[in-house]
């Protein structure tokens, strides 16, 4: 059990969790937004993201600040915290981007985690190889394994009670992605990024990156906190929580400001094709998008960054109530359909229900039917996998209604799409008391269809009787041979 970090709730792959920072003397709650701090710019104070927004812990550049004489010896003189003025936990970057960006920096790992226990970091990154996508596997294996000694050499830093973080690398590769989980979750390391996936976001790959998300959970531990590296657009948030990740940094709300680029959770805009403000923070209900046009260049960047930020917050304090609630995956859900490639994302998340379903609690406040994606959720793959434990008849019916005739058989069950059967003494339970549409969609039917033939396959002696309603031939051959078919649709 890793003493840094506490679970408290959790929903589908999400959680809300405690890590704490002792060398800052603060616990962060997760999911958390670490905003990115250029030690050289200051769009937004990191005073005012403490008090205005918030922000609880914040990431800058440790090889920015070694590499600049000013900055390297103001910060060794008065320290991070003090020069930045920053009251929370402080997360440093080793100049890894750097290194993939450029080729080469001229720090090993273990001076910059020296450099940054001196100046006052709260968690330090080592310097490891940010291998980008779609490399060949040989490579990616090679760097990897660069990766995995810089992490065995930070073990041995001295670094008192700071933090360590300990990047699970691997490219596009599920099998190195999890066996990087593995190995970094097997060092006394504290955090772990899952890195070089800013390339995936950047090209609307959120399919592949829940790909390598998925993998590398396979790998750490459930106790684990994960940060998600670069991730910072609002819109992905929820779906990288429901993923498992707990923590994101953002320079987003800085970068796109400095473009004009207005976010949203659905996506980003342009200020000058904005007529309305569709938005209640401070910045948006003080002026229209005329207004902020108008303003000067350096402060309409301040005021573009300062609501990309309340956006961005708001919609980290959104995804914690909704894991409180039970329901992330509707929201996951409702920002799916922001983007096709964020459908991707969603779609291929579900490929992972069976590896959700192991964190998903078996009882919520309600599971609601919202798409044909809501049919493939960890809650249908848990009714499905616990047939198993049902005492079963040898002859029962499973009828979609109270209508179909119940005489000589020793049982009568009910058969709700998406689930299946089930006794009908658990209606009143989670998942069974969902929320469902009218019209039943083909998903429904179709997942209905493997509860009972998943039910047939547990219990072989019983005699299966199905009663359904018009159920379409191709949705009726999922079922066994076996299984007596009945359809009220005729008997009306």
Same mark, same amino acid.
């Given at each position: 059990?890793?003493?840094?970090?506490?679970?408290?709730?959790?929903?589908?792959?999400?959680?809300? %969790?405690?890590?704490?920072?002792?060398r800052?003397?603060?616990t962060?709650?997760?999911?958390?937004?670490?905003?990115?701090?250029?030690?050289?710019?200051?769009?937004?104070? @990191?005073?005012?993201?403490?008090?205005?927004?918030?922000?609880?812990?914040?990431?800058? /550049?440790?090889?920015?600040?070694?590499?600049?004489d000013?900055?390297?010896?103001?910060?060794?003189?008065?320290?991070?915290?003090?020069?930045?003025?920053?009251?929370g &936990?402080?997360?440093?970057?080793?100049?890894?981007?750097?290194?993939?960006?450029?080729?080469?920096?001229?720090?090993?790992?273990?001076?910059?985690?020296?450099?940054?226990?001196?100046?006052?970091?709260?968690?330090?990154?080592?310097?490891?190889?940010?291998?980008?996508? !779609?490399?060949?596997?040989?490579?990616a294996?090679?760097?990897?394994?660069?990766?995995?000694?810089?992490?065995?050499?930070?073990? !041995?830093?001295?670094?008192?009670?700071?933090?360590?973080?300990?990047?699970?690398? %691997?490219?596009?590769?599920?099998?190195?992605?999890e066996?990087?989980?593995?190995?970094?979750?097997?060092?006394?390391?504290?955090?772990?990024?899952? %890195?070089?996936?800013? @390339?995936?976001m /950047?090209?609307?790959?959120?399919?592949?990156?829940?790909?390598?998300?998925?993998?590398?959970?396979?790998?750490? %531990?459930?106790?684990?906190?994960?940060?998600?590296?670069?991730?910072?657009?609002?819109?992905?948030? &929820?779906?990288?929580?429901?993923?498992?990740?707990?923590?994101? !940094?953002? *320079?987003?709300?800085?970068?796109?400001?400095?473009?004009?680029?207005?976010?949203?959770?659905?996506?980003?805009?342009?200020?000058a !094709?904005?007529?309305?403000l569709?938005?209640?923070?401070?910045?948006?209900?003080? $002026?229209?998008?005329?207004?902020?046009?108008?303003?000067?260049?350096?402060?309409r960047?301040?005021?573009?960054?300062? $609501? /990309?930020? $309340?956006?961005?917050? *708001?919609?980290?304090?959104?995804?914690?109530?909704?894991?409180?609630?039970?329901?992330l995956?509707?929201?996951?859900?409702?920002?799916?359909?922001?983007? @096709?490639?964020?459908?991707?994302?969603?779609?291929?998340?579900?490929? $992972?229900?069976?590896?959700?379903?192991?964190?998903?609690?078996v009882?919520?406040?309600?599971?609601?039917?919202?798409?044909?994606?809501?049919?493939?959720?960890?809650?249908?793959?848990?009714?499905?996998?616990?047939?198993?434990?049902l005492?079963? @008849?040898?002859?029962?019916?499973?009828?979609?209604?109270?209508?179909?005739?119940?005489?000589?058989?020793?049982?009568?069950?009910?058969?709700?799409p998406?689930?299946?059967?089930?006794?009908?003494?658990?209606?009143?339970?989670?998942?069974?008391?969902?929320?469902?549409?009218?019209?039943?969609?083909?998903?429904?039917?179709?997942?209905?269809?493997?509860?009972?033939?998943?039910?047939?396959?547990?219990?072989?002696?019983?005699?299966?009787?199905?009663?359904?309603?018009?159920?379409?031939?191709?949705?009726?051959?999922?079922?066994?041979?076996?299984?007596?078919?009945?359809?009220?649709?005729?008997?009306?």
């Open positions: 059990m890793r003493e840094s970090f506490e679970i408290r709730d959790t929903d589908a792959g999400g959680r809300i %969790g405690e890590l704490t920072v002792p800052a003397g603060t962060v709650e997760t999911p958390a937004l670490l905003p990115v701090i250029n030690p050289n710019l200051d769009t937004i104070s @990191p005073r005012r993201l403490a008090d205005e927004f918030g922000a609880e812990i914040l990431i800058t /550049n440790s090889y920015i600040i070694h590499g600049d000013t900055l390297h010896e103001r910060a060794l003189e008065e320290g991070l915290h003090d020069l930045l003025d920053f009251p &936990a402080i997360m440093t970057d080793s100049g890894s981007f750097q290194l993939s960006e450029y080729g080469e920096i001229d720090v090993t790992t273990e001076e910059i985690l020296d450099f940054q226990r001196e100046i006052g970091s709260d968690i330090a990154t080592p310097v490891d190889i940010p291998t980008p996508p !779609d490399v060949s596997h040989d490579r294996a090679s760097d990897l394994e660069t990766t995995q000694e810089r992490l065995e050499i930070a073990e !041995d830093v001295d670094t008192g009670e700071m933090l360590v973080s300990a990047p699970v690398q %691997g490219s596009t590769y599920p099998d190195l992605r066996q990087a989980g593995r190995h970094a979750t097997g060092t006394d390391l504290d955090v772990f990024p899952v %890195g070089a996936v800013v @390339p995936l /950047n090209d609307y790959r959120y399919d592949d990156m829940i790909e390598v998300v998925a993998a590398a959970k396979r790998g750490l %531990g459930a106790d684990a906190p994960v940060h998600l590296f670069g991730a910072g657009h609002p819109m992905m948030f &929820a779906l990288a929580v429901a993923a498992g990740c707990d923590l994101f !940094d953002s *320079a987003a709300y800085a970068l796109y400001a400095r473009d004009d680029r207005y976010l949203t959770v659905r996506g980003t805009r342009h200020l !094709d904005l007529d309305y569709p938005c209640s923070c401070a910045v948006c209900t003080d $002026h229209s998008p005329a207004e902020l046009r108008a303003l000067p260049d350096a402060e960047e301040s005021e573009l960054a300062a $609501h /990309n930020l $309340h956006v961005t917050f *708001a919609e980290i304090r959104r995804i914690k109530q909704a894991i409180r609630s039970g329901n995956l509707e929201l996951v859900e409702q920002r799916a359909r922001s983007h @096709p490639a964020m459908l991707d994302g969603y779609r291929t998340l579900l490929d $992972h229900a069976a590896q959700l379903e192991r964190s998903d609690p009882s919520k406040g309600s599971f609601f039917y919202t798409s044909h994606e809501s049919a493939r959720r960890p809650e249908v793959v848990r009714h499905h996998r616990r047939l198993e434990r005492s079963v @008849p040898d002859s029962l019916l499973l009828t979609v209604d109270r209508s179909a005739p119940d005489a000589g058989y020793d049982d009568v069950w009910r058969v709700q998406p689930f299946g059967p089930f006794p009908r003494a658990l209606s009143k339970t989670y998942p069974l008391t969902a929320e469902t549409p009218e019209r039943t969609d083909r998903a429904a039917l179709e997942a209905a269809a493997d509860g009972v033939a998943r039910l047939v396959e547990t219990s072989p002696e019983t005699s299966v009787t199905l009663a359904h309603r018009d159920w379409p031939a191709d949705v009726l051959e999922r079922l066994p041979d076996g299984v007596a078919l009945v359809d009220l649709a005729d008997e009306a």
